[in-house]
T-cell receptor, first 110, second 112 residues
Framework: GQSLEQPSEVTAVEGAIVQINCTYQ??????LSWYQQHDGGAPTFLSY????GLEETGRFSSFLSRSDSYGYLLLQELQMKDSASYFC???????????FGQGTELSVKP | ETGVTQSPTHLIKTRGQQVTLRCSSQ?????VSWYQQALGQGPQFIFQ???????GRGNFPPRFSGLQFPNYSSELNVNALELDDSALYLC???????????FGPGTRLTVT
């Protein structure tokens, strides 16, 4: 089967750093993406890793280890507006089919 | 540049009915994917259309069907609605072979 595992909830305080882990088991793998979704709205793209290593985009970084089938999203200098659900998603094939995890609900407290 | 739009925003249907959801892709994008997101779950891939042809399908029954038009807009049709079809239906557009998908705000379908 195909599955992605990520924690269901994470809580952190404003200004802190939080890491959301994702492990995957899929039949195909072209890369790992991260999406943010506020209150059931449109998911928005955050980052993508096709190769091992760290990708940095502003306050957000994403890491991938293909040998471990593992990745994480790192959010620094947390702000209240970062409270949202975060999904890891495996790109299954060149065509772009995405297999999503169940999502991690991040709550940022003052 | 216009983003991805979907209509309607909300919809209530009765079990057994049929529904059509619509999606306009972002300007210049020729690939549209549809996802179903149940409450508290991640989006599940339904199918993808590329240049008016189905280009991949998830684990959904044939009563879920779609179309893509020459302007790359798309429709999702669901026949014989079941209670479990109640969900947020998301459309995402992208350039061919691009890893970045742009999602619309979704259509919230409730089946009673």
């Amino acid at each position: 089967g195909q599955s992605l595992e990520q924690p269901s909830e994470v809580t952190a305080v404003e200004g802190a750093i939080v890491q959301i882990n994702c492990t995957y088991q899929t039949s195909g793998f072209y890369g790992l993406s991260w999406y943010q979704q506020h209150d059931g709205g449109a998911p928005t793209f955050l980052s993508y890793n096709a190769l091992d290593g760290l990708e940095e985009t502003g306050r957000f970084s994403s890491f991938l280890s293909r040998s471990d089938s593992y990745g994480y999203l790192l959010l620094q200098e947390l702000q209240m507006k970062d409270s949202a659900s975060y999904f890891c998603a495996v790109r299954d094939g060149q065509g772009g089919k995405l297999i999503f995890g169940q999502g991690t609900e991040l709550s940022v407290k003052p | 540049e216009t983003g991805v739009t979907q209509s309607p925003t909300h919809l209530i249907k009765t079990r057994g009915q049929q529904v059509t959801l619509r999606c306009s892709s972002q300007s210049g994008h020729n690939t549209v994917s549809w996802y179903q997101q149940a409450l508290g779950q991640g989006p599940q891939f339904i199918f993808q259309y590329y240049r008016e042809e189905e280009n991949g399908r998830g684990n959904f029954p044939p009563r879920f069907s779609g179309l893509q038009f020459p302007n790359y807009s798309s429709e999702l049709n669901v026949n014989a609605l079941e209670l479990d079809d109640s969900a947020l239906y998301l459309c995402a557009s992208s350039l061919e072979f691009s890893y970045e998908q742009y999602f619309g705000p979704g259509t919230r379908l409730t089946v009673t």
